[in-house]
């Protein structure tokens, strides 16, 4: 079993910046594939980012490319959401998930492990 926790998320205005932590406790992480998620009010839960723990390969949405970056820390079993020029439309519940297998295209279903969810809200 995986235990993921999320911090970091909070109220900032359009154009600022937040960065998101999830912590994993349990199993070894060292070989899990790491994603970031986020479900809007009335919307899908929808693909932000992802990383492969072991190479460090990264893949993002296109809504959020060259705003936002993914990395981990494998001595600290954190990941991290760097969140640059925030926009409203980025205002969600972020989420953070494990997969035990797959690659950096697995969708929501490939996860096998999640988190509570931290709410990000960015004011226009």
């Known amino acids: 079993q995986v235990q993921l926790v999320e911090s970091g998320g909070g109220l900032v205005q359009a154009g600022g910046s937040l960065r998101l932590s999830c912590t994993a406790s349990?199993?070894?992480?060292?070989?899990?594939?790491m994603g970031w998620f986020r479900q809007a009010p009335g919307k899908e839960r929808e693909f932000v980012a992802a990383?492969?723990?072991?190479?460090?390969?990264?893949r993002y949405a296109d809504s959020v490319k060259g705003r936002f970056s993914i990395s981990r820390d494998n001595a600290k079993n954190t990941m991290y959401l760097q969140m640059n020029s925030l926009k409203a439309e980025d205002t969600a519940v972020y989420y953070c998930?494990?997969?035990?297998?797959?690659?950096?295209?697995?969708?929501?279903?490939?996860?096998?492990?999640w988190g509570q969810g931290t709410q990000v809200t960015v004011s226009s």
């Open positions: 990383i492969s723990w072991v190479s460090s390969s990264t």
């Open positions: 349990g199993r070894t992480f060292s070989s899990y594939m």
């Open positions: 998930a494990a997969a035990i297998r797959g690659s950096l295209f697995n969708g929501i279903r490939g996860y096998d492990y």
